[in-house]
T-cell receptor
Framework: AQKVTQVQTEISVVEKEDVTLDCVYE???????LFWYKQPPSGELVFLIR??????QNEISGRYSWNFQKSTSSFNFTITASQVVDSAVYFC?????????????FGTGTQLKVEL | KAGVTQTPRYLIKTRGQQVTLSCSPI?????VSWYQQTPGQGLQFLFE???????NKGNFPGRFSGRQFSNSRSEMNVSTLELGDSALYLC???????????FGPGTRLTVT
């Protein structure tokens, strides 16, 4: 069965610090997708990134970057120069390709607090 | 392009009643999934519909059901409500299973 683990329950940083959110996953599938979502206090889940299991290339989007390492089953998310607006709960998720469907298995989330 | 919309946004029901939640996906999206979010269990997959067919179902009792209409709009129904059904119910849509899911603002259901 698929499983996603986010070890850090809560992280507090001061604005402008870099912060990395860890995500480790388990799956028997060779083809799968990994995702990161952001959930601000308003409650709506905001899509950040999707990564195919065959694409281990790291990605950078502005202050956000993602490091996918298949060898360690990890898909970590780094925010550079954090800002107060980054404060939210961040979820890592996994979707297996076999069996059809679009089921996302989420981690328990990491609450990020960025303070001035 | 309008995002995923969910109605109602807030709902208060009494134990034993039933409830219907509605979701309108992004235009052109044919896959609609439902998730339940609670402080104790986190985000859990309920079911997914694609072209009016349930394609995948999570581990929830039969009191939870859903359907999808020909215009891709979806509804989920919970019968015989229990206190533990109090949660944020999130709907998500995507073009297909090979695409990312976009979530709506959710319906917060409180069962008293």
């Amino acid at each position: 069965a698929q499983k996603v683990t986010q070890v850090q329950t809560e992280i507090s940083v001061v604005e402008k610090e870099d912060v990395t959110l860890d995500c480790v996953y388990e799956t028997r599938d060779t083809t799968y997708y990994l995702f990161w979502y952001k959930q601000p206090p308003s409650g709506e889940l905001v899509f950040l990134i999707r990564r195919n299991s065959f694409d281990e290339q790291n990605e950078i989007s502005g202050r956000y970057s993602w490091n996918f390492q298949k060898s360690t089953s990890s898909f970590n998310f780094t925010i550079t120069a954090s800002q107060v607006v980054d404060s939210a709960v961040y979820f890592c998720a996994l979707s297996e390709r076999t069996g059809g469907g679009n089921k996302l298995t989420f981690g328990t989330g990491t609450q990020l607090k960025v303070e001035l | 392009k309008a995002g995923v919309t969910q109605t109602p946004r807030y709902l208060i029901k009494t134990r034993g009643q039933q409830v219907t939640l509605s979701c309108s996906p992004i235009s052109g999206h044919r896959s609609v999934s439902w998730y339940q979010q609670t402080p104790g269990q986190g985000l859990q997959f309920l079911f997914e519909y694609f072209s009016e067919t349930q394609r995948n179902k999570g581990n929830f009792p039969g009191r939870f059901s859903g359907r999808q209409f020909s215009n891709s709009r979806s509804e989920m129904n919970v019968s015989t409500l229990e206190l533990g059904d109090s949660a944020l119910y999130l709907c998500a849509s995507s073009l297909s299973r090979d695409h990312e899911q976009y979530f709506g603002p959710g319906t917060r259901l409180t069962v008293t």
